[in-house]
């Protein structure tokens, strides 16, 4: 079945750090992939999406591309802030596969 | 809109009692997801609703637990009888299409104790 593996984490960097998130899947055909994020106390909300090979997701200086060549849709962004802190999630579109999330710290 | 709404925000139960967590979902969306958050096992989709129908529930743990959404606007996830390990945070989304394109908008969550 479809599966999502995301780098373990917790992930703790200084602010104005560049950031990466690995995530690889299997899937069967080429479901959406997208990325969660959720903040202390609160429910996940969407940070990005990307719906074909090659498309790249962007939101709040966050970016993904779907790369089907390398089944990746690693999460980066340039300079890190102290909001940022936060788990961040994989997911699989199609059958809902959810990666077990990374928790990032940002020290200031 | 107000966005996905979850009640209680916060249940503390005895086992053997039974618990029933409730959510209007935004209003307009097909879909309709429960959720369960854990530390050990991270978040595992329990069973989702479109048009008020259950399409799949292969990820509800057993039969004490039980879900029904009795219109477009409320859905419950009970748990009859709860125990101890059924404590986690539940929580509710909804879509207004399928699980394959379509951003889930999530509930602030419902933290369930069972002592």
């Known amino acids: 079945g479809d599966s999502v593996t995301q780098m373990e984490g917790p992930v703790t960097l200084s602010e104005e750090a560049f950031l990466t998130i690995n995530c690889t899947y299997t899937?069967?055909?080429?479901?959406?992939l997208f990325w969660y994020v959720q903040y202390p106390g609160e429910g996940l909300q969407l940070l990005l999406k990307?719906?074909?090979?090659?498309d790249k997701g962007s939101n709040k200086g966050f970016e993904a591309t779907y790369r089907k060549e390398t089944t990746s849709f690693h999460l980066e962004k340039g300079s890190v802030q102290v909001s940022d802190s936060a788990v961040y999630f994989c997911?699989?579109?199609?059958?809902?596969?959810f990666g077990s999330g990374t928790q990032l710290t940002v020290l200031p | 809109d107000a966005g996905v709404i979850q009640s209680p925000r916060h249940e503390v139960t005895e086992m053997g009692q039974e618990v029933t967590l409730r959510c209007k979902p935004i209003s307009g969306h097909d879909y309709l997801f429960w959720y369960r958050q854990t530390m050990m096992r991270g978040l595992e989709l329990l069973i989702y609703?479109?048009?008020?129908?259950?399409?799949?529930d292969s990820g509800m743990p057993e039969d004490r637990f039980s879900a029904k959404m009795p219109n477009a606007s409320f859905s419950t996830l009970k748990i009859q009888p709860s125990e101890p390990r059924d404590s986690a945070v539940y929580f509710c989304?909804?879509?207004?299409?399928?699980?394959?394109?379509?951003?889930?908008?999530f509930g602030p969550g419902t933290r369930l104790t069972v002592l």
């Open positions: 989304a909804s879509s207004l299409r399928g699980p394959s394109y379509n951003e889930q908008f």
């Open positions: 997911a699989l579109g199609g059958q809902l596969t």
């Open positions: 609703f479109n048009n008020n129908v259950p399409i799949d």
């Open positions: 899937a069967t055909g080429y479901p959406s």
């Open positions: 990307a719906t074909k090979a090659d």
